[in-house]
């Protein structure tokens, strides 16, 4: 059985990338799952989807732990614990990024044992079809899919979302399919998994407590702050000072999460390990003082988050 | 308003407090109307959150908030803030906590709550004359488990649970006309977008007592889609193209704080949001636009 893992933000199209792979494989007589994990549904937020696919009927329900094949959509979630990208990697996993550093890199990076490869860049105005090219890519790595199901599984998925989105999606996918094939075959099926070995962990036994101990209670205020939701951000604003007229209150207003403070002299100051980067803060200051940044870039300018 | 300390934008709040590093989605309009309402009313107020989008504020052992907050089932809040409010009065009549110590009870809920499964519990604490404070987040359907439609989603727009070319087909329910109804102190509807309006009206509410309902429009980047960059601005549409109608209630009296005029398309209001696509594309429903269109000019109609 093949299960496959696809990691990415809300809003990358993780969700679809599951479904394409999975009706690919169901079209090419599979027994198939897929289905993104549910939880709070926000866009940035790590976004988990699996896929299995299977010539038997498949008797395994929920997450995926042991994969054949990881994809990832992001290159910022590997440092996000909560991304749990890596989780479950052994010798045999294939592990697939879209990024634009060099798979050898990230292969030691995470110390992976596996192969790893990268998906090719896509231009600025392709960027919201990642999904179709994560399905794309993850489809070339697979013996039993060819270019004809990934395209018939695109036009499948794409269609019900608007007929107009499909011959781009369908271009970035199979682009990413090409730029993949040669690996064609890398990934293999895994095996069963047994409950066999399971061992029951040391268990330990808490005696019950009174309501006022054992209900969780936090005392100390605005401990949110301890998440560093700025790690959400693909890009920075940045303000020019030169331009910033000190009006003190409308990109601090406006930021839905308040991450933007304003000091004595009436300039204002953005939190970048809380800022999410949605921009409105850009959008509504009247002097047009905030630029947005690459976030790759505005590290590399050693802009410290 | 002669009287609001908030005469200008330059009045309101430069400091902000309520925690950063929430889960909530980048450009969230809920949580812009949050944490300018926190900055108007302080610290001193327990929040009591129905089941939500809000609810995932404080998950342990995080919060946002440098007061209390209780979490109760989604159809529950105002009869939670029933029990919090008793208690402070209880605590007040032995002597063990001060007028100056004293708490506003904050119900905060979204549309889902304050529209379907949590009214009856808000009818209910009105007969009672609770004497609480009601923000509700409406973005206009069931935003934290991937937006069905609840009964203040408006008529035609597309969610999880009303595809298709027609969108859904009930119309928004008039939560500030059944508030209304019931004779309460305050009900008011505010948008992020006008936060001089929003500091106004809160710091209005603050002053009054009894049942008090904040009806925010809560622009949802995630379940309406559109760009989290334009969260402000679709609130801004809502109000200039008169669908959200910015009012007050206080003594029987219904007052608009802000009427726009000349009021924008309503057309302007729906193209900028994916949830009413398919009223543009593949071809254009002028029927419903117009439909749309209409029901808005009968209520300015009545208003003018």
């Known amino acids: 059985m093949y299960r496959i893992r696809f990691h990415g933000r809300g809003g990358q199209g993780m969700k679809t990338a599951g479904r394409i792979l999975g009706t690919a494989f169901f079209l090419a007589g599979f027994e198939v799952q897929d289905a993104p994990r549910y939880g709070a549904e926000r866009r940035g937020a790590p976004i988990f989807a699996y896929v299995r696919a299977s010539r038997n009927p498949i008797f395994e329900r929920g997450i995926i732990s042991r994969p054949d094949l990881i994809i990832v959509a992001d290159d910022h ?3 996000m614990p909560g991304s749990g990208v890596l989780a479950g990697a052994g010798e045999q996993t294939v592990f697939l990024i879209y990024s634009n550093e060099e798979a050898s890199l990230w292969q030691e990076r995470l110390n992976l044992q596996g192969s790893v490869f990268t ?72 095996g069963p998994v047994s409950a066999i070995d399971y061992a029951s962990p040391d268990w330990l036994k808490l005696p019950c407590e009174e309501t006022l101990l054992s209900a ?67 959008n509504q200051c009247p002097t047009h003082a905030i630029t947005a940044v690459p976030e790759e870039e505005a590290a590399a300018q050693g802009e410290k988050p | 308003m ?5 005469q200008h934008l330059r009045d309101l709040p430069a400091h902000h407090i309520l925690g950063t590093g929430t889960p909530m989605c980048a450009g969230c309009g809920g949580l812009a109307t949050l944490h300018q309402v926190y900055d108007i009313l302080g610290e001193k107020c327990v929040i009591i959150n129905a089941a939500g989008c809000m609810t995932l504020l404080s998950v342990y052992p995080c919060t946002p908030f440098h007061g209390s907050w209780l979490y109760t089932a989604m159809a529950s809040a105002p009869a939670g803030a029933q029990g919090v409010r008793d208690g402070l009065d209880i605590l007040k009549k032995k002597g063990r906590l001060s007028r100056e110590e004293d708490l506003e009870v904050v119900v905060l809920t979204g549309d889902g709550s304050a529209n379907g499964m949590g009214l009856s519990a808000t009818s209910g604490a009105m007969d009672r004359n609770l004497d609480f404070l009601y923000l509700c987040y409406d973005n206009e359907g069931y935003g934290n488990t991937g937006q069905q439609y609840s009964a203040a989603t408006p008529h035609a727009a ?3 649970t009303s595809k298709g070319s027609l ?9 500030f006309a059944i508030w209304a109804a019931h004779n309460p102190g305050y009900v008011a509807t505010v948008v992020a977008a006008e936060p001089l309006d929003l500091a106004r009206k809160i710091e209005r509410a603050r002053g009054l007592s009894g049942p ?28 200039a193209t008169g669908i959200w109608p910015l009012k007050e209630y206080v003594d029987g009296r219904v007052t608009h704080t802000k009427i726009p005029h000349p009021r924008l398309e309503v057309r302007d209001y729906l193209k900028a949001q994916g949830r009413f696509a398919h009223l543009f594309a ?12 209409a029901r808005v000019d009968r209520y300015w109609q009545k208003v003018d």
């Open chain 1, 77 to 79: 979630l590997p440092a």
């Open chain 2, 212 to 239: 008090r309902l904040i009806l925010a429009l809560a622009p949802c980047p995630t379940g309406w889609d559109f760009e989290p960059s334009a969260s402000v601005e679709i609130g801004k549409l809502a109000v």
């Open chain 1, 216 to 282: 969780p209670a936090i005392h100390a205020p605005a401990t949110s702050e301890m998440s560093q939701t700025g790690l959400w951000r693909s890009e920075r604003p940045l303000i020019d000072e030169s331009r910033c007229k000190r009006c003190w209150w409308i990109c601090s207003t406006f930021c839905p999460d308040g991450a933007i403070q304003v000091d004595e002299e009436r300039r204002p100051h953005i939190d970048y390990g809380h800022c999410k980067g949605c921009m409105v803060c850009l």
């Open chain 2, 282 to 293: 593949p071809r254009e429903n002028r029927k419903m636009i117009a439909e749309i269109q």
């Open chain 2, 2 to 6: 002669s009287d609001t300390p908030y």
């Open chain 1, 119 to 190: 998906l090719p860049p896509l231009a600025e105005n392709e960027l919201r079809f990642r999904g179709a090219a994560c399905a794309g890519g993850a489809a070339a790595l697979l013996a039993e899919l060819d270019v004809e199901l990934l395209a018939e599984a695109v036009r499948e998925e794409i269609d019900p979302l608007g007929s107009e989105l499909v011959a781009d999606n369908l271009e970035v996918a199979l682009a990413a399919y090409a730029a993949l094939a040669v690996n064609r075959g890398t990934v293999h099926e895994g």
């Open chain 2, 158 to 160: 597309r969610t999880a």
């Open chain 2, 167 to 175: 969108g859904y087909p009930g119309y928004k329910k008039d939560l």
